[in-house]
C-alpha cells in the first residue's frame, strides 16, 4: 500500500497533528519563539548587574545540568539489545514501510499475547504539536514560574542538544482480528485527555500490519517496591488507580485486564498511567439478559424450577452434557478475574475492574504476589471459595443462574476475614500484640484499608464499590489538610 492511504490511515485514527504533515509553519514558529526568549534573556543580562561570586555559581550549575543532560541522553538513547530482540526489530522495521523514517528503535519493553510493545526515538517530533508530552509540558511550565537566573541557564542548551523523545510503539500481530484492532484505537481515542490514562498518539498501518505510537512512561517493575509500600504510598497508588478507572468507566468502557503490569507506577514522582487496553470493551457489548439483574423474588422462582433444586447437589458430571454450553467473555488474567467472570454472567459490567483493583491491595497488603494463581477457571474458584467461604460462592453462583458445589474439606462455610489473611501473610498475630512480642494486630490505618478492601472484593457486584465512590472513600481521602496548607501559603504569597 502506497504511502497516502498509510497517511489517510494516520488521520483516520486519531493522529494529533498539523493539518499538512509537510508543513513547516509550526515548526518555524517554535523556532522564532525561541529565539525571541534568548533575545530577552541577554537583554536581561545586559540590564541585570551580577557580582563575580554569582556568575561562578551559575556557570558551575550550567555545567552540572549539562553534564545530567548527557548522561540523559545517553542512557535514552543506548541500550543494551539481545541479539534475538535486534533481529526482531530489523525484521520489523523491514516489513513495515516507512517505519524507520519516522521512529528509531531502541529495544523491546513487552510483549504479550497480541502484540509486542518496543522503545523508540520519535525523528518527527518537532513536526507535530505535541500536546500528549506530559513531560514536556511540566518543564515548560516550571520554566514559565522558575527565577530569571535560572532560566537563562536552560535556555542557552542549543535546539540541536535536545533530549530525544521517547515513545511506545505497539506492534499489534496480524492473528488479531480487525475489529479488535479497530476496537482498541476507538477506545483510545475516546479516552484522550483522561487523567492517568495512557494516550493514543498515533497509529499506522502498512498493508496487514498496524502499529499504535503512545507515549513512553518510565516506571518501576511492581515487584521491586511493592512490598516497601507503607499504608500511605498505597493511598497516592490507589487514589491514582482509581482517578483512571473513574475516567474509563464514566464514558462506559470496561477495561477487562486491570493487573500491576498494566498500571505503570513510578513510585519517586507517586504518579502511575493505565495502559493496554487490547481486551477493554464497551459496557452493554454482547450481552444477554443474565440472573443478576432480575428481582431476588424472580431469581428464587427460577431455582425452584431448575433441575439443581429437584436433584439436589450433583455427585459428579453427566458423560454427555446435551446442555448448551453458557458463552460470555471470559477475557482477562487469571488470578485477577472477578467472580461473576468465572461464573460467565452474560452482563458484566464496569465492577470487574473493581474487583481486580482489590486483588492488586490484597496482593500489598498480604505482601503476597501473586496472591491467586490458578491455572484455571475451575482452580479460580477454589482459590476464592478459600477466602470467602463456600456459603458466599454458591450465592454467588446462583445470583448468576448457575450452581457452585465442592467436596474439598479444608473449604469452610464462612471463609476466612480479609483480616486474618493479611495477618497470616504477615507472619503477625493478635496474640503477640498483647503479649508484648512483634508487630502485632493491624493499625488504624490498616483497619481502615481492610474495610475499603472488603467493599473492593464484595462477591456481589450491585454492592461492590464504584471508582467514583472509591474515590471518595476514607481510606482514598488524603492530602485534605496538605491542600489547606497549600491555600494559605498561597495566600501569603498574593500578600507579599
Known sequence: ????????????????????????????????????????????????????????????????????????????????????????????????????????????????TFSTVYK?????????????????????????????????????????????????????????????????????????GCVAVCPLITAYRHTDQVVAVLPYFKHTDFREYFRKMTIDDCKIYFRSLFTALAAVHERGILHRDIKPTNFLYE???????????????????????????????????????????????????????????RRANRAGTRGFRAPEVLFKCTEQTTKIDIWSVGVILLTIMSKRFPFFNSADDVEAMIEIATVKGTKAMKQCALLHGTVFETNIPTIGQQGFSLEKIILWSTCRDEKDDKEGEGEGALTEDEQCAVRFLNRCLEWDPARRISAREALRHEFLRVGEASDHEMIEEDDELDMI
Not at 507517586?270 to 423474588?297: H, I, M, N, Y
Request: net charge negative; with cysteine; aromatic share 8%.
Open 1 to 112: 500500500m502506497g504511502d497516502t492511504s498509510e497517511h489517510t490511515t494516520s488521520c483516520l485514527l486519531g493522529k494529533s497533528t498539523m493539518n499538512d504533515y509537510n508543513s513547516q509553519h509550526r515548526f518555524d514558529i517554535h523556532r522564532d519563539r525561541d529565539r525571541e526568549i534568548a533575545d530577552s534573556a541577554e537583554e536581561d543580562n545586559n540590564d541585570v548587574m551580577m557580582d563575580h561570586e554569582e556568575q561562578l555559581r551559575m556557570s558551575e550549575d550550567d555545567h552540572i545540568d549539562e553534564e545530567a543532560y548527557e548522561s540523559e541522553w545517553s542512557e535514552e538513547s543506548e541500550e543494551d539489545v539481545d541479539p534475538v530482540v535486534q533481529e526482531d526489530m530489523d525484521k520489523f522495521q523491514a516489513t513495515f514501510k516507512g517505519i524507520k523514517d519516522r521512529f528509531r528503535l531502541i529495544n523491546r519493553i513487552g510483549e504479550g
Open 267 to 325: 513510585p519517586s514522582k507517586r504518579r502511575g498511567v493505565l495502559v493496554d487496553f487490547g481486551l477493554a470493551e464497551r459496557e452493554g457489548t454482547d450481552c444477554k439478559p443474565c440472573a443478576c439483574t432480575q428481582s431476588e423474588r424472580e431469581r428464587a422462582r427460577h431455582f425452584r424450577n431448575s433441575a439443581a433444586h429437584f436433584n439436589g447437589p450433583s455427585q459428579g458430571y453427566p458423560k454427555n452434557d446435551s446442555r448448551p454450553s
Open 120 to 192: 523508540a526515538e520519535d525523528l518527527n517530533y518537532d513536526i507535530f504539536y505535541n500536546d500528549w508530552d506530559l513531560e514536556e509540558n511540566e518543564k515548560n511550565e516550571q520554566f514559565r514560574w522558575a527565577a530569571p537566573g535560572q532560566k537563562h541557564g536552560r535556555e542557552a542548551l542549543p535546539l540541536n542538544r535536545r533530549r530525544p523523545k521517547i515513545v511506545a510503539i505497539k506492534q499489534i500481530y496480524v492473528t488479531s482480528s480487525p475489529n479488535r484492532i479497530l476496537n482498541e484505537l476507538d477506545l483510545l481515542n475516546d479516552l484522550r
